[in-house]
């Protein structure tokens, strides 16, 4: 299936991150897509783009990465959907460990971000915020 008729296809579109979760006594971690229930609701398959590259850095005059290739992934939900467990927070992940595994095994490097609980406020800066 090509990228313009997988868009046609599509029932539900959203954003979300990437955030990796890393077991504490290990160094084991897995890669998650966190988007809303509502996206997925309904779904039995998600199917999601990645770019990737051999060199994010080697930019065109687009800033684009050179040599750029998207690639089309389907997955099922079965087995790697974790909804939030307060069933008022419209939040949920996705299990991208082996995909994007994959892609990283091969070299090549996403168009992505990936964030981790480092980019969490400290104890400090959320006893400074606003709820509202």
């Excluded at 971690?29 to 039995?44: F, M, P, R, S, Y």
């Excluded at 998207?70 to 419209?90: I, P």
Aim: with cysteine.
């Amino acid at each position: 299936m090509f990228k313009d008729e997988w868009v046609a296809a599509a029932t539900s579109v959203g954003t979300g991150f990437l955030y990796k979760v890393a077991h504490a006594g290990t160094n084991i971690a897995k890669c998650l897509l966190i988007t809303n229930k509502h996206v997925v609701h309904g779904a039995e398959v998600v199917h999601f783009l990645i770019s990737h590259t051999e060199s994010v850095t080697d930019l065109n005059e687009q800033h684009q990465p050179v040599g750029r290739q998207d690639q089309l992934f389907a997955m099922s939900l079965a087995e790697s959907l974790y909804l939030h467990r307060d069933e008022n927070v419209d939040l949920c992940a996705i299990d991208m460990t082996i995909p994007i595994g994959n892609l990283l095994g091969t070299g090549k490097k996403i168009r992505s971000m990936i964030i981790d609980a480092s980019w969490l406020p400290n104890e400090i800066d959320r006893k400074n915020m606003r709820s509202r």
